[in-house]
């Protein structure tokens, strides 16, 4: 009843304010990272007004053709709220929370999210996941075809699996993982939306003179040695694990604010350019940095040879790699890996991350993509290789 009324309500309020956004995005596929204390406002419990507004700044941004991905927390918060219970720090217990908290955080956002007509994917993903090349081939198909099909991820970390043991057997935090997702569908732009305003020059909880860092350029020792006393005592996701992920999102070419969640309208101001909170712009190009990173972090492990009818397509048009214009495969390699596309003389085409095994090719070379199912007795798709997950050379 009561998400049914806030339902109505924004779908009222997103009537009456149509148009209204004109300045032009600068930023178009986004992903948004909302942390418990933006949340709850700062409570015990979900803060519906707040979720509201979000999703009303996400309705608006789509309206104006931007991709959006949120990552969420909140599951912990939620589900010891529900629970009516008090904190306590050991794993399993807190696992437990975010298993009961997930559903009502997603009950949540849903009610919001279809006030506006738009289609939200619950999206659990841990890291180690992504760290194995299938599992981040599948999660970036995954997003990638939500966000083409124009329905909105909402990420959350796989938090009853996810137990991150290297770092002292806390759950892994939002922040970085964030950040992968980022890398993972090349976003532009990503928003840390926390209850602090961005970096300052001290930690602003206990001293209140110090100043916000607008731009940060290098992400140095002493850039840490301000995150690290910012961490204290707040959060899974203190200040520390927010410059790690805006160095691993900077690195991957995305841009990155750590802002406040708490601004008016602060993701639709970011997303049209507004500088909110720190800045940590791109390090790399971003293109540049896929290339590299499907260059040199990882090794070619077979050839793919394609006809000259394949060759000119995808050198001219970047088009995907389809079996029907495949001639033979060289070299044996798995689902997920990375291969080379030569053409006749062995000339390197591209590189990229391939859809189907050396074995399944060879089985499905040359033959029309509507027939793979009948082939192989299964199909990942008609691209052998997808332009998506491919670098021209
Ligand atoms: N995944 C946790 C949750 O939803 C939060 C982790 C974090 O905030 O970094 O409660």
């Given at each position: 009843?009561?998400?049914a009324a806030i339902a109505g309500t924004i779908r009222d309020e997103a009537m009456s304010s149509k148009n209204e956004d004109q300045t032009p995005l600068k930023y178009k596929r986004i992903v948004a990272k909302i942390g418990t204390n933006v949340l709850t406002a700062g409570s015990d419990r979900l803060n519906m007004d707040l979720m509201a507004d979000l999703a009303a700044q996400v309705a608006a941004l789509r309206k104006q053709g931007a991709e959006l991905i949120v990552v969420t927390s909140g599951a912990i918060a939620t589900g010891r709220h529900r629970l009516g219970m008090k904190e306590r720090k050991d794993i399993p217990f807190r696992q437990v929370l975010a298993a009961v908290g997930q559903s009502d955080l997603m009950q949540a956002y849903q009610g919001i999210f279809a006030g506006?007509?738009?289609?939200?994917a619950q999206t659990l993903l841990t890291r180690r996941d992504l760290a194995d090349r299938v599992?981040?081939?599948?999660?970036?198909n995954t997003l990638?075809?939500?966000?083409?099909?124009?329905?909105v991820p909402i990420v959350n970390e796989n938090d009853v699996v996810a137990v991150d043991e290297i770092e002292g057997a806390k759950i892994g935090d939002n922040d970085n993982l964030s950040a992968f997702v980022a890398n993972l569908v090349d976003a532009d732009l990503l928003a840390i939306l926390t209850d602090t305003g961005g970096l300052f020059s001290a930690d602003p909880?206990?001293?209140p003179a110090a100043e916000l860092i607008p731009r940060v350029d290098t992400i140095d020792e002493q850039v840490e040695a301000l995150a690290g006393e910012a961490k204290v005592g707040h959060g899974v996701g203190g200040m520390a694990t927010k410059i790690q992920a805006a160095r691993l999102a900077t690195g991957g070419g995305t841009d990155v604010f750590i802002a406040s969640g708490r601004e008016a309208d602060a993701l639709k101001r970011l997303a049209h350019g507004e500088g909110l909170g720190t800045h940590f712009p791109a390090g790399v190009d971003r293109m540049e940095s896929r290339k590299r990173w499907m260059l040199a972090a990882l090794s070619v492990k077979g050839d793919i040879v394609v006809d000259d009818g394949a060759a000119r397509v995808l050198r001219e048009k970047e088009a995907s790699l389809l079996p029907a214009g495949i001639q033979k495969v060289e070299g044996e390699f798995a689902r997920g890996e990375t291969v080379a596309?030569?053409?006749g003389d062995g000339?390197?085409?591209?590189?990229?991350i391939t859809n189907y095994s050396s074995e399944e090719i060879q089985r499905i070379r040359?033959?029309?993509?509507?027939?793979?199912?009948?082939v192989l007795g299964h199909h990942y798709g008609s691209e052998v290789l997808h332009r998506n997950n491919m670098v021209l050379l």
């Open positions: 009843m009561f998400l506006h007509d738009i289609t939200i599992g981040y081939l599948n999660a970036r990638l075809a939500m966000l083409e099909l124009g329905v909880h206990v001293h596309i030569v053409d000339n390197r085409i591209a590189c990229g040359g033959i029309h993509s509507d027939k793979i199912e009948d």
